[in-house]
C-alpha cells in the first residue's frame, strides 16, 4: 500500500517561513520523481515544484521561484519543500505526488497523492 503523508503545514504570517516534509512508503523512492502542488479555495490544483529521482534537476513555478525549494533525501524516503517569504496568496491545500516523471507531475498528471496539508499565510 502507497502512501505519501504530508506534514508541517500551519498558520503563519507574511514574510515567514514554513518547511513542508513528505513521508513516503509503499514504493521504490529513489525511482519516482517527487513534486508539491497546491489547491487554494475556489481554484484548480496547481503545479509549484518537482524534483527528479536523484534530487539533482529541480522545476519551480514561476511564482514561487527564489522563494521555494523542493528537496529529498533517499534515505528517509522523504521529500520538503522549503517555503521563504510567504505571501498571502501561498495560501492553499499543499499536496505532495510521486510519478515516474517530473513532466507528469507538472502536468498534475501523478500516480500517487498525499492528503494534503493546509497552509495559511496572514496580512
Not at 506534514?7 to 525511482?31: D, E, N, P, W
Amino acid at each position: 500500500q502507497v502512501q505519501l503523508v504530508e506534514s508541517g503545514g500551519g498558520l503563519v504570517q507574511a514574510g515567514g517561513s514554513l518547511r513542508l516534509s513528505c513521508a513516503v512508503s509503499g514504493l521504490t523512492f529513489s525511482r519516482y520523481a517527487m513534486g508539491w502542488l497546491r489547491q487554494a479555495p475556489g481554484k484548480e490544483r496547481e503545479f509549484v515544484a518537482t524534483v527528479d529521482w536523484s534530487g539533482s534537476s529541480t522545476y519551480d513555478q514561476n511564482s514561487v521561484k527564489g522563494r521555494f525549494t523542493i528537496s529529498r533525501d533517499n534515505a528517509k524516503n522523504t521529500v520538503y519543500l522549503k517555503m521563504n517569504s510567504l505571501k498571502p496568496e501561498d495560501t492553499a491545500v499543499y499536496y505532495c505526488a510521486a510519478s515516474t516523471t517530473m513532466a507528469s507531475i507538472r502536468r498534475a498528471d501523478c500516480d500517487y497523492w498525499g492528503q494534503g496539508t493546509q497552509v495559511t499565510v496572514s496580512s
